[in-house]
């Protein structure tokens, strides 16, 4: 991998809409260049989904989110690997992290109202073998996701002048 490919990253997880064209010119690279190093990335498992980043509050869904703090207790020969499988396979999962701390995992969820989310919790997380404890934390507003900033500047009201 070289820096061509890792400005192609930066530029299609800024913008997974940018049309080969766009990127070749961007990148300076031809556009067949461009389009079989991103297949390549493709292939090699480096560019994983192209995605929308939804502003779920304006559409309107009143879908909750929550990030859960999890103390786990590593498995012996597979650490937090197989917890970490088994808490992926919830549709309700949005992410998951191992992060240093207090806590050993981060998941982020969503749900249909925060009492779908405690039932998701207290029904399928904290049961679970090796876990020791949770954290719950409500997502009140999102003002930022991956990169995008969801705040829109109000456009100042005009003063009229008369002279």
């Given amino acids: 991998m ?10 299609l997880e800024e913008n997974s809409r940018l049309s080969i064209g766009e990127l070749a010119v961007m ?13 390549a990335l493709e292939a090699a498992g480096i560019i994983r989904s192209y995605n929308a980043l939804v502003d779920w509050e304006r559409a309107g869904t009143g879908e909750v989110a929550a990030i859960i703090e999890l103390k786990v207790n590593p498995e012996r020969d597979y650490g937090y690997d197989r917890i970490a499988e088994r808490i992926t396979r919830f549709r309700q999962v949005r992410s998951l992290r191992l992060i240093t701390g207090t806590y050993d995992l981060q998941v982020i969820i969503t749900g249909k109202s925060m009492q779908d989310i405690a039932r998701f919790v207290s029904e399928y997380i904290a049961p679970m073998d090796r876990i020791r404890e949770t954290a ?7 003002y930022k996701e991956n990169g995008h900033a969801f705040l829109e500047k109000e456009s ?3 003063i009229p002048f008369s002279p």
Avoid: N
């Fill in 2 to 11: 070289d820096e061509k490919d890792l400005l192609l990253l930066h530029l």
């Fill in 27 to 39: 990148t300076e690279l031809g556009p067949q260049d461009a389009e079989c190093r991103i297949a």
């Fill in 136 to 142: 719950t934390h409500i997502v009140m507003k999102s």
């Fill in 156 to 158: 100042a009201e005009r």
